[in-house]
């Protein structure tokens, strides 16, 4: 039998975020037969928590994140007696820039996965000469960053294993939404994501007033927790009182399981004023075979394809997003056909198994 290729995932994320969510995905599938995995975390949220409690070996190293560049030397001893041969980033270049230095005075070969929708640093372009390969985690994605490295970049699409989401056929949805202090007539729209003003809670609150004028049974969940330790959630409770949604929109902390939020919902939204790299929950809910309604920019985009598995509307625009969930509410039936062919593509094109397919191929090419 062939030694196994030794390979560092190093995770510079807080452990919450799409990125941690998708090395959660990843390692699973990858081929054990193959590949040794160390994995080097800076941030110990829930989806690193779940990578240790799975039995992978996780080292927490916030000093080698950038700025530590002195800390370059040591990582570069300790991937030589790791024989570590391939580094793969989980993330952006940045953060990582200790590691890129060291792995490339080691001798190993370096893939940045860009999951990240940017303009690139000065530091970051002179540090990308020692990356043997940029993957993006769209096909946009990969244009975009193409564009500003003036080389290669690998576009391959994020996805979830199949089994990764209940059925909407697994759970009770009465009981879901009677916990939700839902009623029988109520239609619910739901955003999920970090409490953080680039999800667009504005703009979807700004929305379901608008919305409420002729779909008084509409209401809101937000499903997510607030970094800035309850200040930028004290300035949307404040927001929703000026609205008069107060009694219309709740608030969920965030959760690794959200297959009961699914299919407690009846469409999701995603309505990001900034640039998506990917959009899991607007994946998430096609797959649980929800009617998406997201932002038109960045990965995005690229996920729901317009009037055909969801709805695109422009970024900040409170009007759009407002007549799009209003016409969803209002004809069931077109809500239906855009979840089933939403699910449809969420399974044949944003397949977690596919996904490992290429990268363990972009692993084996970089082995060579």
């Not at 109520?186 to 004028?213: E, M, N, Q, T, Y």
């Not at 809101?220 to 008069?244: A, C, H, K, Q, T």
Request: glycine content about 10%; charged content about 25%.
């Amino acid at each position: 039998m062939e030694p196994k290729h030794r390979i560092l995932i190093a995770e510079s994320g807080s452990g919450y975020g799409g990125t941690a969510k998708y090395l959660a995905g990843l390692l699973p599938l990858l081929d054990r037969e193959r590949f040794s995995i160390e994995i080097v975390a800076y941030g110990n949220g829930p989806f690193v928590q779940r990578v240790g409690k799975e039995g992978w070996n996780v080292r927490f190293q916030k000093d080698w994140k950038f700025p530590f560049l002195h800390r370059v030397p040591r990582i570069a001893s300790w991937l030589r007696k790791e024989g570590i041969e391939l580094v793969h980033l989980n993330n952006e270049i940045r953060s990582h820039v200790p590691l890129i230095l060291a792995a490339r005075w080691a001798g190993s070969k370096v893939l940045c996965h860009l999951h990240g929708w940017r303009e690139l640093t000065r530091i970051e372009r002179w540090a990308s000469r020692f990356v043997d390969q940029f993957v993006a985690v769209t096909e946009s994605g990969a244009n975009f960053y193409q564009k500003q490295l003036n080389r290669e970049v690998k576009g391959v699409p994020n996805g979830i294993a199949a089994s990764g989401l209940a059925s909407v056929e697994g759970m009770d949805r009465a009981t879901v939404r009677e916990a939700l202090g839902l009623g029988k007539e109520d239609f619910l729209a739901v955003l999920i994501g970090r409490l953080v003003p680039l999800k667009g809670h504005s703009v979807f609150f700004k929305a379901l007033a608008r919305a409420r004028k002729v779909q008084s049974g509409l209401r809101g969940l937000v499903v997510g927790n607030d970094p800035s330790d309850g200040g930028y959630r004290r300035r949307l409770e404040e927001e929703l009182s000026r609205l008069g949604l107060e009694k219309t929109v709740r608030f969920v902390p965030w959760q690794e399981s959200l297959d009961a939020v699914y299919e407690a919902s009846d469409v999701v939204v995603q309505p990001s004023v900034q640039p998506e790299s990917f959009g899991y929950v607007a994946l998430e809910g096609m797959l649980a075979g929800k009617p998406v309604v997201a932002a038109r920019s960045g990965g995005l985009a690229d996920l729901v394809l317009d009037g055909e598995t969801g709805i695109l509307v422009e970024p900040g625009s409170a009007n759009e997003l407002a007549s799009a969930v209003t016409r969803i509410a209002e004809d069931p039936a077109y809500a239906t056909e855009l979840g089933q062919r939403g699910r449809a593509r969420a399974l044949s094109v944003f397949n977690m198994e596919r996904n490992v397919e290429r990268i363990q191929e972009i692993y084996g090419q970089l082995l060579r």
